[in-house]
Structure formats: structure tokens, C-alpha cells
């Protein structure tokens, strides 16, 4: 079993669908990270949260400690927000800063 | 603010060539930098950890004389794949942090293909 895990792997939306994508992972993490990797590769960092809530334009990452979970939410969402979004993980265990990946979400949004 | 620049961006190399990517972190100082492959529809798989002045740390698999990091300044890391072949072809990422704890910026990636 992986160490994090995003659901759905795919999502299909038309435009201005409201959009969840779930992540959970079973370490003790000091940060888990939120990036978005277009199609032509570019990976981007959208936010890297301990504790709470993060809001960004349309995006909002929510995380429950407790619980060891994440969301991402994309409010309004348009054709260009159609990416693959990755939930990773800094983990306590390591000692280091590296960095534990899910599989990604691939997010397609139809006008 | 954090920009972190790739180099180049596409590369064609042939088999037993060496080419070498460079990763800059263009507005901050980069005390750590990590390098990752990218296989097609696959996960970014962390290559190396390379912190400013010393050697990098390989992850288990990788094999140091093939993959050469440098971590010269604390602006720039270099990825020497020596002795390339076909098999080497990949989407390589690299990533720059400020410091411990901090977030990691990513570069635009370095498509590699060996002919």
C-alpha cells in the first residue's frame, strides 16, 4: 500500500463544476504539499500547509491531522485548471526534507 | 518571488554521449536542491539530495557514477547523466529550498531523449 494516496486518480468536469480531490497518507508528515504538473510537464507549487486551511484565487487545501487528510478544492472550475494535481507528503520518519508522492489526480474540464 | 530556471529544456543526445542539466534558483539561495525522474503518466521518483558543498544523497537504485551531481554554489546543481542510453530517456525535475522546513520550488523539467 502506498504511503499516500489520492482519490479519484481521474475526474472529468464541465466548467464551473465545484472539484474535490482527496489525499491520505498513513506516515507522520511535518508538511504535506499540494503541486500541479500541466501538460507540458512544469510541476507548480499551490500550497504547503501543516495545520488548517489554505485559500488561493479558486483553490482551497484543507488538511486534518487527526485524520491524516487532505483535500484540494477548485471553486468555478475552468478548462485551464485541466491538469494532473499531486498530493505529497514530508514525513516526520525520514528526518529529512524529502518528499513522498501520490499518484496524482488528472483533472480534464470540458467548456 | 522562488523562480527555479531549468536547463535546457529539451535535449537529444545519442547513446554514450554524457549531457548535463543544470537547475538555478534565479531570486533566493538554495541551501538544498533535489533532482527526480519522471516516467510517462508515473509519479516524480527522487533521484538525489544535494546540499551546498557537500555530496549529494542518492536514493536507493540510483547509481552515483552515472547520475553526477554537483551542487557548486548555492544557486546552482548540475545533473550529469554519463554514458547515456536509450533507457536513460526521461523527464528529469528538478527542485530548490531555501532552507530546512521550507517549501520546495520546481523547476519547468528537462526532457531528455537518447537516440
Known amino acids: 500500500k502506498n504511503e499516500v494516496e489520492q482519490s479519484p486518480q481521474n475526474l472529468t468536469a464541465q466548467e464551473g463544476e465545484f472539484i474535490t480531490i482527496n489525499c491520505s497518507y498513513s506516515v507522520g508528515i511535518s508538511a504535506l504539499h499540494w503541486l500541479q504538473q500541466h501538460p507540458g510537464g512544469g510541476i507548480v507549487s499551490l500550497f504547503m500547509?501543516?495545520?488548517g486551511k489554505k485559500k488561493h484565487g479558486r483553490l482551497i487545501a484543507t488538511i486534518n491531522i487527526q485524520e491524516k487528510h487532505s483535500s484540494l478544492h477548485i471553486t468555478a472550475s475552468h478548462p485551464r485548471d485541466s491538469a494532473v494535481y499531486i498530493c505529497?507528503?514530508?514525513?516526520?520518519?525520514?528526518?529529512?526534507?524529502?518528499?513522498?508522492f501520490g499518484t496524482g489526480t488528472r483533472l480534464q474540464v470540458f467548456p | 518571488g522562488a523562480v527555479v530556471s531549468q536547463h535546457p529544456s529539451r535535449v537529444i543526445c545519442k547513446s554514450g554521449t554524457s549531457v548535463k542539466i543544470e537547475c538555478r534558483s534565479l531570486d533566493f539561495q538554495a541551501t538544498t536542491m533535489f533532482w527526480y525522474r519522471q516516467f510517462p503518466k508515473q509519479s516524480l521518483m527522487l533521484m538525489a539530495t544535494s546540499n551546498e558543498g557537500s555530496k549529494a544523497t542518492y536514493e536507493q537504485g540510483v547509481e552515483k557514477d552515472k547520475f553526477l551531481i554537483n551542487h557548486a554554489s548555492l544557486t546552482l546543481s548540475t545533473l550529469t547523466v554519463t554514458s547515456a542510453h536509450p533507457e536513460d530517456s526521461s523527464f528529469y525535475i528538478c527542485?530548490?529550498?531555501?532552507?530546512?522546513?521550507?517549501?520546495?520550488?520546481f523547476g519547468p523539467g528537462t526532457r531528455l531523449t537518447v537516440t
Open positions: 500547509l501543516s495545520s
Open positions: 505529497a507528503v514530508r514525513s516526520k520518519a525520514y528526518n529529512t526534507d524529502k518528499l513522498i
Open positions: 527542485s530548490a529550498q531555501r532552507d530546512k522546513a521550507y517549501e520546495q520550488y
